[in-house]
């Protein structure tokens, strides 16, 4: 099964910054590459698919890119409701499987 | 309104069995791959594994292959988990998800997400 790897773990930020969370496949998943964000007490909630589509309703400071085994989701202006814990998640191959996740928590 | 609603967890001791529900509306049941995916207390996802419309493939990573079952039932728009011997590592809130859909197609990202039912094992 393909393992995703996440990094860094956690981030320590402040409004306002640019974040650059990472998630590395084992093999690769071409761009089938999905990005999700959870708040504590929350289900997940599917940010960017296809590694670089924004789901309905998400803001447009949230932007996906990479492809095969490297990818990276970026949030460009960091606001108060962003910190979160991110995860990616792959399609390419059975059975789906999810990365570890990147903690953004507020510095 | 798409709903998913899990039910079926609760304690149960080591070497237990539990079988989890998830129970669809709003969708035509039949039409979706769906999945299980759990969550340890303060942890990270983990997906379980992943079952086709009419059931007749089932997926599971490796780690967890052998003791968890996932079935469907679609005159009951219903999603199973049956769990065997089951460990204090099994602890978890347990998700069901369905298949992603737009523009009519549909992909295998997790979308909607149901609000977890939780198992607990413990002695």
């Known amino acids: 099964e393909i393992v995703l790897t996440q990094s860094p773990a956690t981030l320590s930020l402040s409004p306002g910054e640019r974040v650059t969370l990472s998630c590395r496949a084992s093999q690769s998943v071409r761009s089938f590459l999905a990005w999700y964000q959870q708040k504590p007490g929350q289900t997940p909630r599917l940010l960017i698919y296809d590694a670089s589509n924004r789901a309905t309703g998400i803001p447009a400071r949230f932007s996906g890119s990479g492809s095969e085994t490297d990818f990276t989701l970026t949030i460009s202006s960091l606001e108060p409701e962003d910190f979160a814990v991110y995860y990616c998640q792959q399609r390419i191959a059975w059975p789906l499987t999810v990365g570890g996740g990147t903690m953004v928590e507020i510095k | 309104e798409v709903q998913l609603v899990e039910s079926g967890g609760g304690l149960v001791q080591p070497g237990g069995s539990l079988k989890l529900s998830c129970v669809a509306s709003g969708f035509t049941f039949s039409d979706y791959w769906m999945s299980w995916v759990r969550q340890a207390p303060g942890k990270g996802l983990e997906s379980v594994g992943n079952?086709?419309?009419?059931?007749?493939?089932?997926y599971y990573v490796d780690s967890l292959r052998g003791r968890f079952t996932i079935s469907r039932d679609n005159a009951k728009n219903s999603l199973y988990l049956q769990i065997n011997s089951l460990r204090v590592e099994d602890t978890a809130l347990y998700y069901c998800a369905r298949d992603f859909s737009s523009g009519g197609g549909f992909y295998h990202w997790f979308d909607p997400w149901g609000q977890g039912t939780l198992v607990t094992v413990s002695s």
């Open positions: 079952i086709k419309q009419d059931g007749s493939e089932t």
